[in-house]
């Protein structure tokens, strides 16, 4: 029989105590024979870290890097063109399967996606993604950029799982709270552009795949169950700041035209007044900051990570 294709679960920790047990114990009960897990720990202070299962490997931050950050400390660990060991031996993966902390995989959601990218070779693939708290509702299905003042555009979001959602696709996004990615895409597109610190990092990464011709797949044959919003749940205000700031950044890098840049600056201002007229200012005031950083943040090509 043919070897499995190895895959290396990469699952970025940040404070997930309440959530990251769940999370590998689904992984180590997911069935998949050739799989190793990896924990990327952004500098936790809950002790989240201090007690994993067996076999799975910790790589432990000394200062929170971000989302994107913590990704690249693992891919640059493993990948054979960062770290010049040859693609043949045992430590480089076939597959680096990207996830948060707060999410639980089906039993066969690895094999299922792995058995799709090797028969129709995706660069990416995306399950279907159900909010934890009512599984019968999906978080989304997939996306496209928008040029909006939140960017993306995701379809599905928040509505009934239906069969409408049941049609494997190729897409432009997908929710990056879960994505295999077969290990030559990074060589093709880069890594993951840690400017973006947390949030749309995974929309620049995808938009770069699509630019080089990478087929990204949204697969709803696996479904894993998302908590969502973990790391700033306590801090709403912190996503909406986040969200403008990368948004501009977004638009900056990748050089917008007058059409883009007229969409963003129009839902923008209807969002501010909306904000105002229902006496909502801390998420003013919060996109505001964001869209005030994005803007007067420094793009220096030399720290771009393509």
Not at 42 to 70: F, I, K, T
Request: aromatic share 10%.
């Amino acid at each position: 029989m043919p070897t499995a294709p190895t895959v290396l679960a990469v699952c970025v920790n940040w404070n997930g105590r309440e959530v990251l047990p769940d999370l590998l114990e689904s992984l180590l009960n997911n069935g998949y024979p050739a799989l190793r897990t990896l924990v990327v720990d952004n500098a936790s202070q809950d002790g989240s870290e201090r007690h994993l299962p067996d076999g799975v490997q910790l790589l432990r931050l000394s200062e929170n890097q971000g989302y994107a950050g913590a990704l690249n400390a693992a891919l640059r660990r493993y990948l054979p063109h960062r770290n010049n060991h040859p693609p043949d031996q045992p430590c480089c993966p076939d597959y680096f399967l990207l996830l948060n902390n707060d999410l639980v995989l089906e039993s066969g959601l690895i094999e299922k996606l792995v058995d799709f990218a090797e028969a129709n070779q995706a660069g990416v693939c995306g399950p279907k993604i159900v909010r934890h708290s009512r599984p019968e509702r999906l978080d989304a299905a997939w996306g496209e950029v928008s040029w909006s003042h939140v960017l993306a555009r995701y379809r599905g979001k928040n509505s009934l799982d239906r069969p409408r959602w049941d049609q494997t696709r190729q897409v432009e996004l997908l929710l990056g709270c879960l994505l295999l990615v077969q290990r030559g895409v990074f060589e093709r597109v880069g890594l993951f552009d840690e400017r973006f610190f947390m949030y749309h990092e995974e929309v620049d990464f995808l938009y770069r795949c699509r630019q080089r011709r990478v087929a990204v797949y949204y697969c709803p044959f696996a479904k894993a169950l998302h908590r969502g919003a973990h790391s700033t749940r306590k801090l709403p205000h912190r996503k909406t700041y986040w969200l403008r700031r990368n948004s501009i950044l977004f638009l900056r890098k990748h050089r917008a035209g007058a059409r883009a840049w007229t969409r963003f600056w129009t839902t923008l201002a209807a969002s501010l007044a909306l904000n105002c007229i229902t006496l909502r200012w801390r998420r003013a005031s919060a996109i505001l900051r964001g869209v005030s950083e994005g803007w007067s943040f420094r793009l220096d090509a030399s720290s771009q990570l393509q």
